[in-house]
């Protein structure tokens, strides 16, 4: 790794100064390693190689400006940090915002004043209807016991329900 870092901090050099030829040995030489970094950095996900080629791409962008006093490779890793650093805040941001779409989606789905109202409507008239009902139909209804006594129970006391209702809300 040692003679890498070199090996990149003189092809950098020499791209600093202009010599375009030297294009080939930065790639060569930090590639590898700025992929190696931004894949362990943002887990081998698919972030980690778009990540590690707008690294190489701002470096490039950048070779003009690369100080010849200094490593190169900590150069090169320090742009991809940046870069991994960007990825990572894309992920939350969009983490954020799938969360707030799931926010917008429930209190879409609440319900609205009208059917607020509309449902306590319903429920004051059923709570009418089974007022009507005797006591043990009422049971059967909601107590939700089971045997063949509660069973015909319950039936006779829906069939009834179902008239009463019919009669007072159609």
Same mark, same amino acid.
């Given at each position: 790794m040692e003679r890498s870092g070199n090996a990149l901090s003189l092809a950098l050099a020499r791209l600093a100064r202009g010599d375009?030829? *030297?294009?080939?040995a930065v790639f060569d030489e930090a590639w590898? #390693? =700025?992929?190696?970094?931004?894949?362990?950095?943002l887990q081998a996900s698919a972030d980690g190689e778009d990540a590690a080629q707008r690294a190489l791409i701002r470096?490039?962008?950048? *070779?003009?400006?690369?100080? =010849? %006093? $200094?490593?190169?490779l900590a150069w090169a890793l320090e742009i991809a940090l940046w870069e991994? $650093? +960007? *990825? #990572?805040? !894309?992920? !939350?941001? !969009? /983490? +954020? %915002?799938?969360?707030? $779409?799931a926010a917008y989606d429930v209190a879409d789905a609440a319900p609205t004043a009208e059917a607020v109202v509309e449902r306590r409507d319903v429920e004051s008239a059923l709570a009418e209807v089974l007022g009507a009902l005797s006591a043990v139909e009422r049971q059967?209804?909601?107590?939700?016991?089971?045997? =063949?006594?509660?069973? /015909?129970? $319950?039936?006779? *006391? @829906?069939?009834r329900l /179902? #008239? @009463?209702w019919s009669a007072q809300h159609e």
């Open positions: 375009r030829s *030297a294009q080939r590898p #390693l =700025v992929r190696g970094f931004c894949r362990r950095m470096l490039f962008e950048q *070779a003009s400006h690369y100080d =010849v %006093e $200094r490593d190169g991994c $650093r +960007t *990825a #990572l805040r !894309s992920r !939350s941001r !969009s /983490k +954020t %915002e799938e969360l707030s $779409r059967a209804l909601l107590d939700g016991l089971t045997g =063949v006594t509660w069973r /015909k129970r $319950r039936q006779r *006391a @829906l069939i /179902k #008239l @009463l």
